[in-house]
């Protein structure tokens, strides 16, 4: 079946640093890969999303490529902040059969130090 | 414009007790889906429906029953409750498939099963 594999966190940055965060996939067909981010206490928003491959997805200054020779969708973020902090989750919707419902990573739980 | 709305937001329950958990949308969308969050693990879809009067089994569905009767209603019902249902439950909704659309998803409910 479907899965998504992320870094484990949690992952503690200074401001301003360079983000990572490394996402692969193993899906049949050509799935549609996402970024959500989940503050503390709220439900998970879409950060950015890409549909096909090569496509760029990006939003707040995160961007995330579809790569579907390495079956990977890495965040980045060039200049990280505070505000930052909260778990990022990678997820895929397979364009096949089955249920609509994402297939989601684990979740990385990011922290921004001052 | 409230969202995606869930009630309640936190409960305890005890081995065996029953419940219904109730999220609504006012953004008239047609799929809804409910997902369960677990420490250390994704978002697992558990049922969702895509449109009034249908539903339909997604990744962990045993356990639980949901009803659709209404447009803008999603319920998720417990009819027995076990500690491994312990969890965050989170509901979502999208105008129409996931594929195509974003899934916005509510504040969640903390359920604890002793």
């Known amino acids: 079946g479907d899965s998504v594999t992320q870094m484990e966190g949690p992952v503690t940055l200074s401001e301003e640093a360079f983000l990572t965060i490394n996402c692969t996939y193993t899906?049949?067909?050509?799935?549609?890969l996402f970024w959500y981010v989940q503050y503390p206490g709220e439900g998970l928003q879409l950060l950015l999303k890409?549909?096909?491959?090569?496509d760029k997805g990006s939003n707040k200054g995160f961007e995330a490529t579809y790569r579907k020779e390495t079956t990977s969708f890495h965040l980045e973020k060039g200049s990280v902040q505070v505000s930052d902090s909260a778990v990022y989750f990678c997820?895929?919707?397979?364009?096949?059969?089955?249920?609509?419902?994402?297939?989601f990573g684990k979740g990385t739980h990011l922290i921004i130090q001052p | 414009n409230a969202g995606v709305t869930q009630t309640p937001k936190f409960r305890v329950l005890k081995t065996g007790q029953s419940m219904t958990l109730l999220c609504a949308q006012d953004?008239?969308?047609?799929?809804m889906y409910w997902y369960r969050q677990d420490p250390g693990m994704g978002l697992r879809l558990i049922h969702y429906?895509?449109?009034?009067?249908?539903?339909a089994k997604g990744e962990v569905p045993d356990g639980y029953n949901v009803s659709r009767l209404k447009k803008q209603n999603f319920l998720l019902g417990l009819e027995s409750a076990a500690p491994s249902q312990t969890s965050v439950y989170f509901c979502?909704?999208?105008?129409?498939?996931?594929?195509?659309?974003?899934?916005?998803f509510g504040p969640g409910t903390r359920l604890t099963v002793t």
């Open positions: 997820a895929l919707l397979n364009s096949g059969g089955g249920a609509d419902g994402l297939t």
């Open positions: 890409a549909t096909k491959a090569d």
């Open positions: 953004m008239n969308h047609e799929y």
């Open positions: 429906s895509v449109g009034e009067g249908t539903t």
């Open positions: 979502a909704s999208s105008y129409r498939s996931a594929r195509s659309y974003e899934q916005y």
């Open positions: 899906a049949t067909g050509y799935p549609s």
